[in-house]
Each structure stands twice: as structure tokens, then as C-alpha cells.
């Protein structure tokens, strides 16, 4: 009434507004239009994304394989059947088309601390993206967007370099959620600002200068798995494809190629070095 400028009075005991009889009319108007206007304000809140109902075993059976092949191969060996064959080398997969390294580093670990962290943080992690698109979805964008990371950090890099390592993968996850939540609806600091905070937070403790010591690990192949996640994120939410959670011979099939993917791609690598 105040914003229209007709003078009223709010007589609050019985809940009724006040107006003159000539200004009547024009104050009902008033409050049909303000109904009207905001019929659906607030908006109602969205209810929180239900967990997929999964087992724990795909993560640990991915994180039982880490540790398996880190008892295997023991720590960094420039040496090391192992490490020739699957660390990251940019030299060997720009110049000699050994591209199956861009998969198989992501096993490979340069010490204990390297791999403990990862175990932690990664399986906390991937985890909970299991338990939000299915496991075999989570599994399989993981590689795929972390073989992404992988080539993009060798390709945007001048200088030749070496790395091994999970946290690639780790870090897509962090850009999977984001670029999820990119396309939820809400508002941008929720949604999409907090999360990056989150990841760059985490970038800042594991990505600078080398995991457990170790100078095999470097800053871009995480910065560039959380973009590339962050991609993937989108591409998942815009197909829809974050939403067959609850498909579990989808999921068991998407786990199985994430693993044969792996197993495939270091069949190629100890084909050259063996």
C-alpha cells in the first residue's frame, strides 16, 4: 500500500488493512497484483540428490590394485621395468606414440606417502562420486578424464617432464562434482564456487612441488584433471548420464570396461619393454 501510495492503517488483532472507500478498489487491485506477482516466491527448496544405493568393493578393489602394484613395483626407479614402461613421459608419448602411459601412470606411485594419501583422499572421494552417479560411471569418467588431465599437462608444457600418480584422477573427481552442481540450479556461490574452493584448497596441499617428496608429481597434472573433470562433470549432468545410478548391470559393465581399459593399456606398455 505504501509503495502505491494509498494510505492505509493495519488494524494487526484482526489481521485487516485499513483504507478509505474510495481508494478500496485500487487497494484490492494492489493486493491482487502482488499475489499474482509472487504466487511462487519463495521458491520451494530442492530436495537434497538421493545417494545411490552401491557397494564399497569397486573402490576398494581399484585402491587393493594401487597397493598391489606399488608392493610390485616398490618406490620410483628411473630403472624400474615399471616405471620406464608407464610413468608419464612426455618424450615417449608426443614423439613415440606410447599413449597407454597416459593411463598407466595413474597407477604408479613414487613412494608410501604418495600412495597413503592417495588411498585416503582418493577413496574418501571417489566414494562418495560412486555413491552420487553409480560406480561404474564414476569409475570410468575418472580414467577418461584423468587420461585427459594427463595429455593436456604434457601438451601445454614446454619442457619435457615425468610424472606419476593418482591425484590426477583425484582431482577429475573434485571437477566432476563441480561440473555437476554447475548445471543444478541454486545459487553460483553453492553450487559452484564453494566446491572450486574446496579443490583449489586440496590443490594447494598436495599439488605443490611433488607428493611425499617426490619430484615425479607436478602441479599441472592436477590443475588439469580438475578441468578436465570439471568437463566431464558437464558432459555427464547434460547427457543425463549421472542419473542410471541405480542400473546395476550398466554399472557393472561401465566398472568392467574402466578395467579393462587399464589392463589393456598396460598389455601395450610391456609389449615395448618386455
Not at 94 to 115: I, M, P
Request: proline share 4%; net charge positive; aromatic share 8%.
Amino acid at each position: 500500500m505504501s509503495a502505491a501510495g494509498i494510505e492505509h492503517q493495519v488494524e494487526r488483532r484482526h489481521g485487516a488493512i485499513l483504507v478509505r472507500r474510495e481508494r478500496s478498489a485500487l487497494a484490492l487491485a494492489e493486493l491482487r497484483a502482488y499475489r499474482e506477482e509472487n504466487r511462487d516466491w519463495p521458491p520451494p527448496e530442492q530436495p537434497a540428490p538421493p545417494f545411490v544405493r552401491t557397494s564399497t568393493w569397486p573402490t576398494l578393489l581399484m585402491l587393493g590394485g594401487l597397493i598391489f602394484i606399488h608392493a610390485v613395483t616398490g618406490p620410483w626407479q628411473a630403472g624400474g621395468l615399471w616405471f620406464r614402461a608407464g610413468a608419464v613421459s612426455s618424450q615417449a608419448i608426443l614423439e613415440q606414440g606410447e599413449w597407454s602411459r597416459l593411463v598407466t601412470a595413474l597407477t604408479l606411485h613414487a613412494d608410501q606417502g604418495h600412495l597413503v594419501g592417495n588411498c585416503l583422499i582418493g577413496g574418501a572421494m571417489v566414494q562418495l562420486l560412486c555413491r552420487t552417479v553409480g560406480f561404474g560411471t564414476a569409475w570410468l569418467t575418472l580414467v577418461l578424464t584423468a587420461l585427459c588431465g594427463n595429455l593436456l599437462n604434457i601438451v601445454l608444457r614446454a619442457e619435457p617432464h615425468y610424472s606419476v600418480g593418482f591425484s590426477t584422477a583425484v582431482f577429475a573427481a573434485i571437477g566432476i562434482f563441480c561440473g555437476r552442481q554447475l548445471l543444478g540450479g541454486g545459487s553460483l556461490l553453492r553450487q559452484l564456487i564453494l566446491p572450486l574452493g574446496a579443490g583449489a584448497g586440496l590443490l594447494a596441499m598436495l599439488g605443490t612441488g611433488g607428493e611425499g617428496g617426490a619430484e615425479q608429481t607436478d602441479l599441472g597434472a592436477h590443475l588439469f584433471g580438475l578441468f578436465c573433470g570439471l568437463a566431464g562433470g558437464l558432459v555427464l549432468r547434460t547427457a543425463g548420464w549421472d542419473q542410471q545410478g541405480e542400473r546395476s548391470r550398466l554399472q557393472a559393465a561401465l566398472f568392467a570396461a574402466a578395467l579393462l581399459l587399464i589392463a589393456f593399456c598396460w598389455l601395450l606398455a610391456f609389449r615395448k619393454y618386455l
